[in-house]
């Protein structure tokens, strides 16, 4: 099978307060040559991040692996909104880097979509432009953090166009990214995936895939569920868990 292993069994304690493991899986599917996907999985810096090279568009691969060769360039800050800031700059960079090499080429566009999380002491921050997505798995319940930037969000959208992606880093000139934080809670599980798992995996079956809390395993076992369903796409999945140091676990927040 045709597997890259960006990481596992990495792990941190990002910010003081939390030890961060994960793991990271992706898989060029069942029908693919190439591999389109692209994933960061940097937990000594706090950072994650999964990026999906859009399909149809020149040179996908190039798209992915330059979005996350830009996060690569973040260290470690001060606290959660400067190192925010600085994987804003890095993605807006990535944008600049993919907008004058389609004009080089004469493309009409080389894009990835990408989603970031970012941890620093007893929260999370996120990033995100397209439909890669992130969500958290606290107590058994999983919730979708993110909100996909394509046509199917939107009221009436039909036929081919409903999963056209309406933001992604290189499609315009001026990058539009969404964000929002959400606090971490010992034992919390985050995923970040590219569509080739949300498309083709359940809510249900991406939560009982990773609470019981081993990020390889349930790496592992994302990808292998979206290759049981024909693998028609790019897959890929990092998971993420958040361990306090002292053992302390905090009360559900029914909001989340």
Known sequence: ??????????????????????AARSHAGL????????????PERGLWAVADGMGGHAVGDFA????????????PAGSLALLL???RERLHAANRRLRAEAAS??????????VVLAAWGGACGYLWAGDS???????????????????????????AAASAITRAVGAVDALDLDAATVDAHDGDILVLCSDGLSDAVGDREIAAAVVRGDCA????????????????????AVVVRAEDRQGERTLLNPAL
């Open 1 to 22: 099978m045709r597997w890259r292993r960006p990481a596992f069994g990495a792990r941190s304690d990002a910010g003081g307060r939390f030890r961060w493991r994960a």
């Open 31 to 42: 029908v693919r040559d190439v591999n389109e996907d692209a994933c960061l999985v940097r």
């Open 64 to 75: 992915s692996r330059t979005v996350v060769a830009a996060l690569d360039d973040v260290r």
């Open 85 to 87: 800031a600085a994987t």
């Open 105 to 114: 080429r004469r493309v009409p566009l080389i894009g990835s979509t990408v």
């Open 133 to 159: 997505r992130l969500y958290l798995c606290r107590g058994g319940r999983l919730r979708l953090l993110t909100r996909d930037h394509r046509l199917a969000s939107a009221p009436g959208a039909q036929g």
């Open 217 to 236: 395993r349930a790496a592992d076992a994302l990808i292998e569920l979206a290759l049981a369903r024909g693998g028609r796409d790019n897959i890929s």
